[in-house]
């Protein structure tokens, strides 16, 4: 996860209906995130093919509620997967923004270190996200930077104008790698927009990090009618 502070006008275009910004120390983040899909089942079943795969999304973070009820959650600006098929069935029950590229990963571990890479491929060009961390997990403090994007536990979409998707998202608190490095090499403009690029392409990040992840449960979705 590569974690970017933005001029929060640039995200209110995006906002589903109902909620709002969830800041970090007064800053709005957005987070080029890279991660596996593996062992997946829908709705309790495995599809051949469509068990393992990459996934790229660029996303943001937001509140729905007010005070110590209020729900924390990420928005989308997209998802990036590599078959069509599974943005599809997204697109159709989540009213999630996925699109489909070609895609490919690599994980290298020794002893000193481990790399994670995922690419995608957009017109002609390959996009590339990378960590590389020391390999020895760490608990996350309570008060951090990395606490606070990880502990977002629902999704949120708009479905029109005055009705909110909302889905669940359990898993435990993970633990973190200590990062040694990154690269970006993407094509921000073009692929999330040009709003974006000035403060993703070739800006230092205010933050990066790798998670160790786990099982993860997604639940379906409810419809909120707001006002």
């Known amino acids: 996860m ?7 006008k640039i995200l209110l275009p995006h906002l589903p209906p109902g909620t709002q910004l969830d800041l970090w120390q007064g800053k709005a983040l957005v987070s080029m995130v890279g991660f596996l899909f593996k062992d997946t089942r829908i709705f309790g079943v495995k599809w ?4 393992n795969f990459e996934e790229v999304n660029l996303r943001y973070y937001v509140r729905y509620g007010e005070g110590d009820t209020a729900k924390r959650g990420v928005g989308f ?6 078959q069509s098929l599974i943005a599809l069935i997204a697109n159709t029950l989540y009213n999630e923004h996925y699109k489909a590229m070609p895609m490919r990963h690599s994980i290298q571990q020794n002893q000193d270190s481990l790399k994670a890479q995922y690419d995608w491929k957009s017109g002609q060009k390959w996009n590339s996200l990378s960590v590389t961390a020391t ?3 760490q608990n996350m403090a309570p008060d951090s930077e990395e606490y606070f994007i ?13 009705t909110l998707i909302e889905y669940g998202v359990e898993h435990p608190a993970w633990q973190v790698y200590p990062v040694q490095s990154f690269t970006l090499d993407a094509d921000i403009a073009g692929l999330y927009g040009p709003e974006f690029a000035p403060f993703i392409q070739g800006v230092k990040p205010h933050s990066v990090f790798m998670a160790v992840g786990s099982d ?6 409810s419809k909120i009618k707001i006002g």
Request: aromatic share 16%.
């Open 216 to 221: 993860v449960i997604i639940r379906n979705p």
């Open 77 to 82: 600006i997209s998802e990036i997967v590599p």
């Open 48 to 51: 051949p093919y469509f068990t």
């Open 135 to 137: 390999p020895i997990p």
């Open 2 to 8: 590569i974690n970017y502070e933005v001029d929060p």
């Open 150 to 162: 990880l502990q977002h536990y629902w999704g949120y979409n708009a479905l029109n104008s005055n």
